[in-house]
């Protein structure tokens, strides 16, 4: 098994900054792909940003394109969001996932780990 805990959210007003973190721990050399996803009140989880075991491949999600960057340090076993230039509608609970796929996939149902999640609120 994988356990994931994310941290560094907080409130920020818009247009600031947030570094999230997701430390890994448990059967680690199992996890390939990491990814980002979120869930504001009332929507569903969607996804932000995700990376290859490498970090060679990347991909975001429109809305945060150009404003957030996921990196990972696979020595450390963590995995990064630098979010700058927040908007209110960044506000939600952000989730940090883990795959088993080498694939960067886009949809939770790839992931097979989670984490519990930690708030990011964003005020205008």
């Known amino acids: 098994q994988v356990q994931l805990v994310e941290s560094g959210g907080g409130l920020v007003q818009a247009g600031g900054s947030l570094r999230l973190s997701c430390a890994a721990s448990?059967?680690?050399?199992?996890?390939?792909?990491m990814g980002w996803f979120r869930q504001a009140p009332g929507k569903e989880r969607e996804f932000v940003a995700g990376?290859?075991?490498?970090?060679?491949?990347?991909y975001y999600a429109d809305s945060v394109k150009g404003r957030f960057t996921i990196s990972r340090d696979n020595a450390m076993n963590t995995v990064s969001l630098q979010m700058n230039s927040l908007k209110p509608e960044d506000t939600a609970v952000y989730y940090c996932?883990?795959?088993?796929?080498?694939?960067?996939?886009?949809?939770?149902?790839?992931?097979?780990?989670w984490g519990q999640g930690t708030q990011v609120t964003v005020s205008s």
């Open positions: 448990g059967r680690t050399l199992s996890i390939n792909a």
């Open positions: 996932a883990a795959d088993r796929s080498p694939q960067v996939h886009s949809t939770t149902r790839s992931y097979d780990y």
């Open positions: 990376i290859s075991r490498s970090g060679g491949i990347t």
